[in-house]
Every structure is written in structure tokens, then in C-alpha cells.
């Protein structure tokens, strides 16, 4: 069974980084926005990534978003063609009752929610930044972050795992920073991080065996990666029993109180793990590929999770794909835009040049950028 289409109908911005007043009446099938630099296209796909959880694509904050010629509060306002439940309105945006804050509120057909954690129970989303680019080059923490955040979205317990991780981590530098010997406090820091620690390399670990098997299901130009997590956690709980691999972790951090002590840093556990890709067909690792190559490998990575999170979703998630078509050639432009059509994804995507979507118009809907402004 195909996963439930999922869609916007309209997309109303106010007072939203460049666009002052913007509304986009949409079909189910995939958007292109094109324009020249500046014009205000990544602020769209940007307004867009709000409708889940988090700080957005460009991770900024609720200052960041307001239009600096426009005082009234930014919002964005989207209507959900078909869900599950039917026509749904989200909205989100700067707090009018209380301007100061730097929290975003969000309202569910009108009415306001708890948590903006509520949106991961309404819309899932995948995204394709030019930032990204770099992450199969760079250093393991933007690999680590890509793959945490691929995690949230199957498993939301996820995020609060990597927040209590990540405090008891400082916690305890903390403390071993201040010569504070106290065992018992470093003690029950270390077991936090050690169940911590395991349950997120667990999680991991499974949406890269999914992501795995997905890429072997799908036939296409994109490059098949081979994916691996290295790291002891990650290593020990692919291999072992989950509680030994806690006992050890566990240890291991007794062990390393002095150095850590001494280095001011953390040595063991899943903060220092790393997503190990190879190109397959070239047996290459990914760091060492073309920038072309690296773009293909994320596009093929990221296809294979929408893939993925759509069946555990059992709904499309929306597909952001910022400025995508740099560094693709047109033989892989088009495979992705025939993957887009052939998911059913609503796919949004930006680009200076019209000509790169030339195949892709005719079956998309598609808007000029202009100062701000959209013309269809
Ligand atoms: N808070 C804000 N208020 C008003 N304008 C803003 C705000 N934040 C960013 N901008 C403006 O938005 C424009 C950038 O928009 P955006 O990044 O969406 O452009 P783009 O169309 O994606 O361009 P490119 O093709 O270069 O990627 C810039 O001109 C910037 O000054
Ligand atoms: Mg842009």
C-alpha cells in the first residue's frame, strides 16, 4: 500500500524574513521556485521546515525570522490538503500577546498547542540544504547531527536521549574541570550517560539498517552507499547484548575521569561517533568523492528516508530541496525529479535558473521569486 499523499494547498507568510505578505495556492504536485540571489526563495522552503519541531532549516530563532521593515509578528499559516484528519490549517509564528518571547507558538486549526512537539504527530519533512554539501567532507559532529536528526523523526523519544546525554556530559566536565571528586555525584552522571548513551546508539543503528535496505530496494543513477557506524557504543551494540555494552560505557568513563580531567573533553561514547560512507560502485570513501559524487551520495541517502519515513509515517512527508540542482548533472537532475514524481512527494524546489526544471515544469506548479514576492 502507497503511504497517504500529503500536501499543502496554501502557504500564507507574513512579516517572514523578506516576504511581508506572501500566499501560494498550491496543487499536490511538486513546487519550483525559481528566482535570482536574494530573491526570498530559501525563505520559503525555511517557513516551510517550521511545520515540524525545531528551529528550522537555517536553524535561527524567532528574532532572526521577523522582517526587519515589518514590527507585527511574523507567521506562517499552511493548509494540509489531505491528511488523516482531513483538511487541517497549521499555523506558527511569533507570540502577539507576548512579542518577547523566543519561543514560536503553534496553532492547530486555531487553536494553540502545548509544545511545537505536537507538529511531529502532523507533518514530517525532509530536507536537501546547500549547507549539507559538506557533510560527507567535513568532520564526524555535522554527520552525527544529520543522522540524530533523520532519528527524531522516527523516533521522537530520540531527542530528549541526546538532550540528557549531552547534559550529563557537560555536567560531568563540569565537575571534573572543578576538581570536584564527589564519586557518587560522577557516579550517577556516568550510568545516565551509559543508558543514554546506549539507547541512542540502538536507535541509530536502526535507521541505518533501514536506510541500508532501502538504498539495495531502490534501482537508480544515484550511487548506492554503504553505510556504517564507528564508534565503540555503536560497535558494541551492533555486536552484543545492549546491557554489557552500558556496563562497559559505564567503565570506560571511570576510567577516563583524569584524562578527561586533564583534556577538558569527553573521550568515550556516542558523541564521538561517527556515519562512515562509502561509494559503493567506486569503493571510495565519501570524503574522497567528486563534490558532484558527495551530492549524489546525500541525494541518494535522503531519498532512500523519505522512503523509509514515509511507510513508518504510512503518509508523504514534505521534501524540501534547496538550490538543488548545483552540483548535479542533468542526468541525475532528472532521476530526482522522476523519484519526486514517482513518490508522489510534494517536492519544493529552488533554483536561480529555470532552464535546470525545464523537464519538471510542465508536471509541476511553478512560481518566479521576486523581492519577495511570487508571481505563478
Ligand atoms: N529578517 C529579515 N527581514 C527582511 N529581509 C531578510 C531577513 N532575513 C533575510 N532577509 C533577506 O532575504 C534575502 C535572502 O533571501 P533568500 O535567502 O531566500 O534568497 P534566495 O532567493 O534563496 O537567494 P539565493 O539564490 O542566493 O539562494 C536577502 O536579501 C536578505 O537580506
Ligand atoms: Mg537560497
Not at 44 to 73: D, K
Not at 186 to 193: F, I, K
Not at 218 to 233: C, E, H, R, W
Request: aromatic share 4%; proline share 5%.
Amino acid at each position: 500500500m502507497l503511504p497517504s499523499p500529503f500536501s499543502l494547498s496554501r502557504l500564507t507568510l507574513t512579516n517572514f524574513r523578506n516576504h511581508a505578505d506572501l500566499r501560494m495556492e498550491l496543487t499536490p504536485a511538486p513546487v519550483v521556485l525559481t528566482g535570482l540571489n536574494g530573491s526570498g526563495k530559501t525563505n520559503i522552503l525555511e517557513a516551510i521546515s517550521l511545520l515540524v519541531p525545531g528551529r528550522g532549516m537555517c536553524h535561527a530563532s524567532v528574532n532572526e525570522w521577523q522582517h526587519n521593515a515589518h514590527p507585527e509578528p511574523w507567521a506562517v499559516v499552511a493548509d494540509i490538503a489531505q491528511s488523516e484528519n482531513g483538511a487541517e490549517r497549521i499555523a506558527t509564528g511569533r507570540d502577539p500577546e507576548n512579542p518577547e518571547s523566543e519561543r514560536r507558538i503553534v496553532l492547530i486549526d486555531g487553536r494553540p498547542v502545548k509544545s511545537q512537539q505536537v507538529l511531529a504527530e502532523h507533518v514530517a519533512m525532509a530536507w536537501i540544504t546547500p549547507d549539507m554539501d559538506r557533510i560527507l567532507g567535513d568532520g564526524p559532529s555535522a554527520r552525527r547531527k544529520f543522522l540524530d536528526r533523520m532519528v527524531y523523526s522516527f523516533d521522537p523519544a530520540h531527542a530528549g536521549r541526546v538532550h540528557r546525554y549531552e547534559k550529563a556530559l557537560r555536567e560531568r566536565l563540569r565537575l571534573l574541570r572543578d576538581g570536584v571528586a564527589d564519586a557518587v555525584w560522577l557516579a550517577g552522571l556516568e550510568d545516565e550517560m551509559a543508558r543514554t548513551g546506549v539507547a541512542i546508539a540502538a536507535a541509530r543503528l536502526h535507521l541505518i539498517q533501514q536506510l541500508q535496505t532501502a538504498i539495495a530496494d531502490t534501482q537508480s543513477v544515484f550511487p548506492k552507499a554503504d553505510l556504517a557506524l564507528q564508534g565503540m557504543v555503536e560497535e558494541g551494540v551492533a555486536t552484543g547484548p545492549a546491557l554489557l555494552v552500558e556496563d562497559r560505557l559505564r567503565a570506560a568513563l571511570a576510567r577516563t575521569r583524569s584524562d578527561d580531567a586533564q583534556n577538558g573533553t569527553c573521550s568515550v561514547g556516542p558523541h564521538r561517533s561517527d556515519l562512515i560512507v562509502v561509494h559503493r560502485a567506486q569503493n571510495c570513501p565519501a570524503a574522497l568523492c567528486s563534490t558532484g559524487e558527495q551530492k549524489a551520495l546525500l541525494v541518494a541517502m535522503v531519498l532512500a528516508y523519505v522512503r523509509i519515513l514515509s511507510h513508518a509515517r504510512d503518509r508523504m512527508p514534505l521534501f524540501l530541496l534547496d538550490d538543488i540542482t548545483a552540483h548535479l548533472d542533468r542526468v541525475r537532475r532528472e532521476a530526482l525529479f522522476e523519484e519526486i514524481l514517482s513518490m508522489r512527494v510534494q517536492g519544493w524546489l529552488t533554483g536561480t535558473d529555470e532552464a535546470f526544471f525545464a523537464t519538471l515544469l510542465p508536471r509541476a506548479s511553478h512560481f518566479t521569486v521576486s523581492h519577495g514576492r511570487v508571481v505563478p
